[in-house]
């Protein structure tokens, strides 16, 4: 199998990350029965102008559908999370999302379930001969001794109980995600974000995206891998792109450590994925410290997002990276509530922001219009001209088409060669000499993006 052919219009997305429920304030736990649905959608709604002004193009929203808890514990893949709203409250985001050109990318819970999901429960109450058995992975005595009180072992993601593993060999459990997918698609999303696509088997997606794409060609689908083989788990599970957590971690550690070697590293593989497909890059999203906490020099920030936006990639702004938010991730329950916290139901005024916010933002915006002026970045190739341990330079681009990234983490200025550059597009930098002779003077901690002739 080889990868698929992406949609045309993501060689244009730029995505802007929400972890909604977090965003949107809502409560911790599923809304007792009974209860009204809070309609918090229209909480995005305000801020898609927001998106827009920074440049993004795209929605990625984290889970939505009905859950016990985070969002990732799903108990109904048919209906919006009470505590967001209802199908009119969706109707109304996606359409106010798209008459600003936006699109929307829905997150994905297919690998498991929460343990509250109606069927599961039904598994456990019909027995191993039960039709709803055969979504999961239940584990009955063999030998008639009676079921403890907390029913058969099963199958669980990553020591989680309440996360349900689903039999992805099961044509039921095939059909319900091709259902699920299409179902949403139709309502407007643009596509799918596949949570935990790395423990899902590579033939489940083989089987069930040709038929979502049957019904809606133009689709998106992205797996979030962690590590391991990337190509095969766009070629053999024919998704379009996958999360690029190598790239992720270089920038930050190489950053931390003084070390652009490590990058310039990466930055070879990374060049190689794109022989297959083109991944979906970040600096920050919702299972991760904060790259504004994770840097230990914040003046390395902007030398973050120059990367994020002069690779090739489908780049991906996480919400509240943009104004250096700060946040932690913990290894505990609640360890996420840090990095996904609420936001006011409109932005903050500029003139209002604190001066690291709107410094921040406005580098973002900056960045962000490099990128869109030069969409072929999407794909672009990339070459290491320069590196030692604080500082390196590289080329993207194709063809006759390229840009030039020069980042240092020296404590004095660093000239550095930066053959072809005619002008600095974002960043600073005193550029002297023309054609192969150019060179660029960095400033103590300096980052600069150049065009070239």
């Known amino acids: 199998m080889t990868a698929a052919a992406r949609p045309g219009w993501v060689e244009h997305a730029i995505w802007w990350q929400v972890s ?17 649905v809070r309609h918090r959608l229209g909480h995005l709604v305000g801020w898609l102008d927001h ?5 993004a193009s795209g929605l990625l929203l984290g889970p939505v559908f009905a859950s016990s808890s985070h969002g990732y514990d799903t108990t109904d893949y048919f209906t919006v999370d009470p505590r967001l709203g209802d199908d009119a409250d969706f109707d109304t985001l996606v359409r106010e999302a798209h008459a600003r050109g936006v699109r929307v990318l829905l997150d994905g819970v297919f690998n498991h379930v929460g343990s509250e999901h109606p069927t599961f429960r039904a598994a456990l109450a019909g ?9 999961f992975h239940l584990f009955w005595p063999e030998d008639g001794t009676p079921v403890g009180p907390d029913g058969p072992e099963y199958a669980h993601f990553e020591g989680h109980r309440t996360l349900v593993t689903l039999n992805h060999a099961s044509p039921a459990v095939r059909d319900h995600v091709v259902e699920v997918m299409c179902h949403w ?5 643009d596509g799918w974000r596949l ?19 049957e019904r809606h060609p133009d689709a998106y689908f992205v797996g ?14 024919g998704l379009d792109s996958v999360t690029e957590y190598e790239l992720w971690k270089s920038v930050w550690s190489s950053l931390n450590d003084g070390n652009f070697h490590e990058l310039a590293w990466t930055l070879g593989r990374h060049d190689t994925l794109l022989d297959t497909f083109v991944p979906l890059t970040f600096v920050g999203n919702h299972d991760v410290t904060r790259i504004a906490s994770k ?16 690779l090739a990639g489908t780049p991906s702004v996480y919400y509240g990276d943009e104004y250096a938010l700060r946040g932690v991730k913990e290894d505990r329950a609640g360890g996420d509530d840090a990095v996904r916290p609420a936001f006011p139901p409109v932005p903050v005024a500029d003139d209002a922001l604190p001066d690291e916010a709107a410094r921040t933002y406005r580098m973002h915006q900056q960045l962000i219009g490099v990128r869109r002026r030069h969409p072929w970045l999407q794909g672009a190739r990339t070459e290491v001209l320069h590196v030692t341990n604080t500082a390196v330079v590289w080329r993207s681009g194709s063809d006759d088409r390229h840009l030039l990234t020069a980042l240092s983490t020296d404590e004095g200025e660093l000239t550095l060669d930066v053959p072809g550059a005619t ?23 300096g980052w600069v993006v150049l065009g070239v002739a």
């Open 185 to 189: 698609l139709g309502r407007g999303a």
């Open 51 to 55: 998106l827009v002004e920074l440049g």
């Open 224 to 237: 979030e891998v962690i590590h391991g083989d990337y190509p095969a788990f766009v070629t053999e599970g």
């Open 127 to 135: 027995g191993p001969g039960s039709a709803a058995a055969q979504w």
């Open 20 to 36: 909604t429920l977090g965003f949107v304030g809502a409560e911790p736990t599923a809304l007792p029965a009974g209860e009204p």
């Open 295 to 310: 840097l230990d020099d914040a003046r390395h920030v902007p030398h973050a997002v120059a990367t994020l936006m002069t």
């Open 423 to 445: 002008q600095v597009l974002a960043g600073a930098g005193r550029l002297a000499g023309d054609g192969p002779q150019a060179a660029v003077t960095l400033e103590p901690h």
């Open 195 to 213: 949570d935990a696509a790395y423990a899902v088997p590579n033939d489940f997606w083989a089987a069930v995206l040709p038929r979502v794409r």
